[in-house]
């Protein structure tokens, strides 16, 4: 049951950790509904971490079938990324964010400036 339960965790956090890495792909291409929409995935996954006292609910699970503590024993992750984990992909998540907006307004400005320009 431990396997299936880090398998399953696992598998969401390439999920998450790869939408938090196409969210920069995303705004460059100017697809700001898909990056609209990994950031609501990721939002939604910040919100069940917060209402389980910062604590992926896998954890708890896989904590019903092993004694070990370590910060893996829950996901097959290499251990320093485990315990370094929200801090990382916390900070990406804010440089991706941060594109998203750079290329949002650059493109909002544009299409703003070529209204404006443009010829009656």
């Known amino acids: 049951m431990l396997t299936a339960i880090k ?8 999920l ?15 697809r700001f509904r898909w990056a609209t929409i ?6 939604l996954e ?9 604590k992926c609910p896998f ?3 896989a ?8 910060n893996n024993f829950d996901i097959y992750l290499p251990d320093w990324l485990a315990q370094y984990n929200k801090l990382i992909f916390g900070a990406l998540f804010i440089a991706g964010e941060l594109v ?14 070529h ?3 443009s010829p009656s």
């Not at 990994?38 to 939002?43: E, S």
């Not at 998203?100 to 400036?113: F, Q, T």
């Open 100 to 113: 998203v907006l750079k290329c949002w307004l650059r493109e909002r400005y544009a299409a703003s400036s």
């Open 16 to 30: 998450l950790a790869a939408s938090i890495l196409a969210l920069p792909i995303t705004a460059v291409m100017r």
């Open 46 to 54: 910040c919100s069940v971490l917060a209402l389980n006292g910062g």
């Open 63 to 70: 904590a019903r079938f092993t004694t070990d503590r370590a």
């Open 7 to 14: 398998l399953l965790h696992t598998l969401i956090w390439a």
């Open 115 to 117: 209204i404006e320009h």
């Open 38 to 43: 990994l950031t609501g995935l990721v939002l």
């Open 59 to 61: 954890t708890d699970l």
